[in-house]
T-cell receptor, first 113, second 112 residues
C-alpha cells in the first residue's frame, strides 16, 4: 500500500491497550491542527481537530493534546482495536491567513491481537 | 464515504503525455485542496482554491496547473509527465479555511 517506501516510525500496541501517537509541528504560528488516519489504498480520514486556543480536545475514544510551548501534538486512542491499524498523520495550518494543511511524516500503528 | 469524489481512480499513461484529474467537493464546501502522495515523500500540498480563486500554493511544479470551476469542482492538469510523477493524487474539500478537510479516495497515476 501507500507509504511502504517511507521509513515511517511504527508503534506496536496490544489490542485493548491505549495508544499515544506523537507529532512535532514546525511553525509556531500554526493555529489549527488535524489528525488523519490512512488505511492502505484509501484517502486520509479525518479523526479530530484542535485549534491553537485549546490544549485538549476529546472525541469518541480519541483525545488530542496540544503543547504550543514545545510545538507538540499527540493523539491518544483508548482501548485500541485491530481496526485502528493504519498510518496516522498530523496536519497543521501554518497561519490563519493561509488555507493549506501541511502534513507530518506519519506514524504506522500496528495493533497486535 | 467522505463525500469527495475523484475521477478516474486509476490512470496509466506514457511519459510526455498530459492528464486531467477531476474532483467534486462535498456539497457546500467552497475550498478544494490538491495533494500528491509519493512512496518516498508522504503527503505534499500542491494547491488550494476557495470559491474559484487560488488561495495557497505549495511546491507545485510549473508543469502542473489547477482550476476550480463555478460549480466548485476542480481539475488538476499534469503535463509533460515524467516517471517521477507517478503517485497518488488526492483532493480534499472543506467549508472554508481552518475547518476540517475531507479527502477523496485519490487517483493513482502511473507514468510508464
Amino acid at each position: 500500500g501507500e507509504n511502504v517506501g517511507l521509513h515511517l516510525p511504527t508503534l506496536s500496541v496490544q489490542e485493548g491497550d491505549n495508544s499515544i501517537i506523537n507529532c512535532a509541528y514546525s511553525n509556531s504560528a500554526s493555529d489549527y491542527f488535524i489528525w488523519y488516519k490512512q488505511e492502505s489504498g484509501k484517502g486520509p480520514q479525518f479523526i479530530i481537530d484542535i485549534r491553537s486556543n485549546m490544549d485538549k480536545r476529546q472525541g469518541q475514544r480519541v483525545t488530542v493534546l496540544l503543547n504550543k510551548t514545545v510545538k507538540h501534538l499527540s493523539l491518544q486512542i483508548a482501548a485500541t482495536q485491530p481496526g485502528d491499524s493504519a498510518v496516522y498523520f498530523c496536519a497543521e495550518n501554518p497561519s490563519s491567513g493561509t488555507y493549506k494543511y501541511i502534513f507530518g511524516t506519519g506514524t504506522r500503528l500496528k495493533v497486535l491481537a | 464515504d467522505s463525500g469527495v469524489t475523484q475521477t478516474p481512480k486509476h490512470l496509466i499513461t506514457a511519459t510526455g503525455q498530459r492528464v486531467t484529474l477531476r474532483c467534486s467537493p462535498r456539497s457546500g464546501d467552497l475550498s478544494v485542496y490538491w495533494y500528491q502522495q509519493s512512496l518516498d515523500q508522504g503527503l505534499q500540498f500542491l494547491i488550494q482554491y476557495y470559491n474559484g480563486e487560488e488561495r495557497a500554493k505549495g511546491n507545485i511544479l510549473e508543469r502542473f496547473s489547477a482550476q476550480q470551476f463555478p460549480d466548485l469542482h476542480s481539475e488538476l492538469n499534469l503535463s509533460s509527465l515524467e516517471l517521477g510523477d507517478s503517485a497518488l493524487y488526492f483532493c480534499a474539500s472543506s467549508e472554508g479555511g481552518n475547518t476540517e478537510a475531507f479527502f477523496g479516495q485519490g487517483t493513482r497515476l502511473t507514468v510508464v
